[in-house]
């Protein structure tokens, strides 16, 4: 059954009280129920942009059944987070969240080409985040992404179980792409709509020898 609505939460004991001993680390994690190329892409974008509303350790996962111009769908996963001292995650540590991702993927995932994984500045010049793009087979269909996005969430869940280097506590979160979840989305949306008809356009006037090679 895939992920339920309700949060879930999974702890870790704790050795001692200590003054020196680093904060625990808490991590979210959200699966969109949508997998609509646009509004997706809008989530992804809100949470770049507003990274001063999140809290703690953040994993998003998306996926689109929309054929994009590669002719592929998609899962993304987006990260972004600090480590149990509070400081900006080296690149080192944003690779082990990467790896995390790619070890949770089932065996029979049908990747048609190599991941993208990008490491990006946070809007707010504080941190970095992660993303990660899977592109599958055209022909995966929704049951299957939504078991590898559950996959993954269970990888990450799984860790806050494994003690040291893992997460104290943990949950999972199905969210909507719309204003009621994430206010201001919609005009994310708009523009991003808007960009994807000037890229479809480009590519007809290119296809049908409108455009001029610069230079």
Not at 121 to 127: H, S, V
Request: aromatic share 6%; with cysteine.
């Amino acid at each position: 059954m895939f992920l339920s609505r309700s949060l879930q939460f999974c702890k870790t004991g704790f050795r001692g009280l200590s003054t020196s001993h680093p904060k625990s680390i808490s991590l979210q994690v959200l699966v969109s129920q949508s997998n609509d190329l646009v509004a997706n892409v809008a989530l992804e974008e809100w949470m770049k942009r507003c990274s001063t509303h999140r809290t703690n350790n953040l994993l998003l996962l998306l996926s689109s059944n929309t054929i994009v111009h590669n002719n592929y769908k998609s899962i993304h996963a987006f990260f972004s987070g600090e480590d149990e001292r509070g400081k900006t995650l080296s690149t080192d540590q944003l690779a082990q969240q990467a790896n995390l991702v790619f070890s949770a993927l089932p065996k029979d995932t049908a990747l048609v080409e190599l991941p993208m994984v990008r490491v990006a500045a946070e809007e707010n010049g504080k941190g970095n985040n992660l993303l990660i793009s899977l592109p599958l087979d055209s022909h995966v269909d929704d049951d299957v992404l939504k078991t590898t996005l559950q996959c993954i969430a269970n990888s990450f869940v799984q860790k806050c179980r494994g003690g040291d280097g893992g997460y104290s506590l943990s949950r999972i979160s199905l969210v909507r792409p719309d204003g009621g979840w994430f206010p201001g989305i919609q005009e994310i949306q708009r523009d991003v709509q808007l960009s994807l008809k000037e890229i479809e356009a480009i590519k007809l006037d290119k296809a049908n020898g409108k455009l001029k090679p610069m230079g």
